[in-house]
């Protein structure tokens, strides 16, 4: 070989490696600005044995009084009503402060002598100086949301298949079998227990980093307020996850409707496999949505927002 030849062999290996060095900087560099404004300005606060729960916390109950404004409102806005899975059942104030109470009931005496436990018990979190790259992140996030699906599978179909169990524990989440946003934490303390623990212990049990373990416990609470806030929104997660993979509000409902189904939290794919699936029954608001234009649905959105 020529030494020119070999000096374009050299170069174009050398550019070759750069490019991908590059590739590979430019992802870790996406999380890391927002990583290292954290790190510096809430230190304190990251590092506290109590930030995860007063960040699951936070996040249910903003989401919760979101989605019960529009509850609120939905009997008087069409716009918003017509996304309702059952749109001539409104949610009654009634309804509002019996979930609400035991909500708080459970918080009190389960979620704050937990957090009081872990804040004493538990050291401070380690916060690395990097931020985790974005595929990990994301794929840290799935990790821990097929786990769950999992978990939650085999734990649900054992509270509705043994009957003490189900009647000990689990029954009180079904007394409303038209579920709303409130619906999501009224349940016995042993199933919140339950699903705190594994929302803890998978991010730890898949070594995922602080950030992740984080994004993984908001999304874990946005969606199972969505599964029980009962609208059918264009914008929720099973209109937009193919394939009908997605359990989403419309199954979970159906869950509610006929509890031997649609066990799963998050994806389908184990109701398919045990044949515990089955397909929503067709809501009003459903053919209604087909048949509005697109101005309505563009109006609606603005509104609702």
Not at 38 to 50: A, E, I
Not at 173 to 186: A, M
Not at 243 to 252: I, N, R, V, Y
Not at 297 to 302: D, I
Request: with cysteine; glycine share 6%.
């Amino acid at each position: 070989m020529s030494t020119g030849s070999l000096l374009r062999t050299e170069v174009l290996f050398w550019m070759s490696n750069a490019d991908n060095l590059t590739g590979d900087q430019s992802q870790d560099l996406v999380l890391q600005p927002i990583w290292d404004y954290l790190h510096q300005n809430h230190h304190d606060l990251l590092r506290s044995p109590l930030f995860p729960v007063v960040l699951s916390v936070s996040t249910y109950f903003l989401l919760v009084g979101l989605y019960t404004v529009l509850d609120l409102l939905a009997p008087t806005w069409p716009c918003i009503n017509r996304y309702k899975l059952h749109p001539d059942r409104p949610v009654t104030w009634p309804q509002i402060w019996t979930t609400l109470v035991v909500t708080i009931y459970n918080h009190l005496l389960y979620i704050f002598p937990a957090a009081v436990a872990q804040w004493l018990w538990r050291p401070p979190t380690p916060l690395p100086p990097g931020a985790p790259t974005l595929w990990s992140f994301f794929l840290g996030i799935l990790g821990c949301m097929v786990v769950f699906d999992f978990q939650y599978y085999l734990w649900h179909l054992l509270h509705h298949r043994i009957p003490w169990l189900y009647r000990t524990f689990h029954a009180i989440h079904h007394q409303y079998t038209q579920p709303f946003s409130l619906v999501t934490q009224y349940l016995s303390g042993w199933e919140l227990f339950c699903v705190g623990f594994w929302a803890t212990v998978d991010p730890i049990l898949l070594q995922c980093h602080c950030l992740t373990t984080w994004g993984f416990m908001v999304f874990n609470v946005y969606v199972s307020t969505e599964d029980h806030c009962g609208y059918d929104f264009p914008w929720a997660l099973h209109n937009l996850v193919p394939f009908g993979l997605w359990g989403g509000a419309p199954k979970h409902d159906a869950h509610h409707k006929r509890p031997a189904t649609n066990f799963a939290p998050f994806f389908s794919h184990w109701d398919w496999l045990a044949g515990t699936h089955t397909v929503p029954t067709p809501s009003v608001n459903s053919s209604g949505l087909k048949g509005s234009n697109c101005l309505a649905q563009l109006e609606c959105w603005v509104m609702v927002c």
